[in-house]
């Protein structure tokens, strides 16, 4: 993706249709746009490994958690609340991660299934940690929410690798992976903790008395786009029932060229590295007939063609997935209408992008003091 | 807005405490686990390498100068299925689980045996007074 606001003609062609005639952004619309804006942000930071994240797109969802403040001596504190009340949050999570999904082409894929697992793990974990702080009063913030968040997701994820990509060998990865959760979850709940405590928008919503949840939304049915998701599947389940390594194989090579005529991004540099690094991981425990060994080291060709297969298997349903998905695909219902409403708003944002982003020096404070003026811009009640 | 103070709270404390335990008890009982034994095949035409408690079944067709012998991986058990020696012990010999323990087929130089991952079988192989 490029870097938001640095090319303008890009920016307009990417803008995607206004849903429905509505042209305020409800909560769960606006705070859609912002995780799929920072999920961009996130990609762009350099880390060691390409498909590593801080999560940053995990912030809006701990801001969401945010208690409101008493309105009045009268609130009890069972009744306590927090800016999003429980239906807008799990709207926002479908949206966090359909609207990903879209964006990355990556719907019919098992990236999807790792976004979903780690999403919902530490968003439930996330939320009653918001509800205990909310009604309980305890000595609790944002950062033992994301820390925990970030736990949770991280494990959920390495246990779905496990059955999924990864095999047996994947608990030497899960220190590292869990470690590094701790330290990202921390940093990103200490930074929501800090932003909402000085943050105008927040103390402004905070400060509401909780009403009536928004009016719901109402979509129309797009045949089109049902069609193009039952193509979809049934392409996917075809790929994954193919038993012959070389068919797989050959699908992959005809899917990245169908890619590139499409005019597709594709990233054969990223390709490769995934498919060795899933190949390498599943070497370990070696099986099947000793090919060479290096030392303590057996390379055996039945791990060989298993990693094989479940690296194909991985690039393929993404590669299928990014031909058959775009941002324009529409869903039926008030579910079609938010994603619809987040895409409004990430075009907005891609047009308005921190300031010292485009001068390559992103600080903390200078993303708080953007997104605080950015919530209270794309507000409805400003 | 001021200059950023991050602060932990009572609780987000006791969170972290509970997280970092968890990752350090896994990373001890990962990393120094000691390693699985595994089943080793030899013959002519190469040797085979299978983890002892691998969920998938195998048969393994291993040749030797007589013709190929059929070894069966199931279960954590290793057993000879067919081979074309004249006597057929190496069938009668049944299964084999264990590390150290061993089958083989003499005649067709087949050897089927389990062993720690580090390679040499360092248990006492028989003992005699």
Redo the contacts between chains.
Sequence with gaps: MRRPGSDPAQSKAQTPIVPYGRTEDTGVGLFGGLCLFLSAVDYLIPKPLPFMRLGLANLPLLIALFPRSAAGASEKPQTARMIFSFREYCLLLAVKVVGQALITGSLFSWVFLFSLAGTAGSAAVMYCLGVFRARCR????L??AG??GA?ISNAAQLVLARFLLLG?SV??L??PF??AG?VSG?AL???A??FCA?SAWVRKKSAEIATAERPRLSGRPDTRAALVFALGLFMTAVFLVIPSLAIKAALLALFFLAAIFRGKRVRPLFTLIVTALVTLVNLF??????LCELG?F?L?QGSLIAGIRKAVTLEGLFMLSSLMITPALRFPGAPGAYLGESFAVLARLNGRPPADQRRGKLS??SL??WL?ETLLYNSKDA | MKTLKPRLRVLDLVLLCLCLAVTVFLSLRIYSSPEKPRFVLRGRNGRWVYPLDRAESALVEVEGPLGVTTVQLSGGRARILSSPCPNQSCIAAGAIHDSGQWIACLPNGVFVGVESSGGANRDIDAAAW
């Design positions: 305890v000595p609790l913030s950062a033992g820390l925990c736990f047996e608990r030497y899960t220190p869990l470690g701790i921390l709940g200490l930074f903790e800090a000085q425990p070696p099986f099947g007939k000793v303590p057996t055996a903390p404070l708080m003091r605080d």
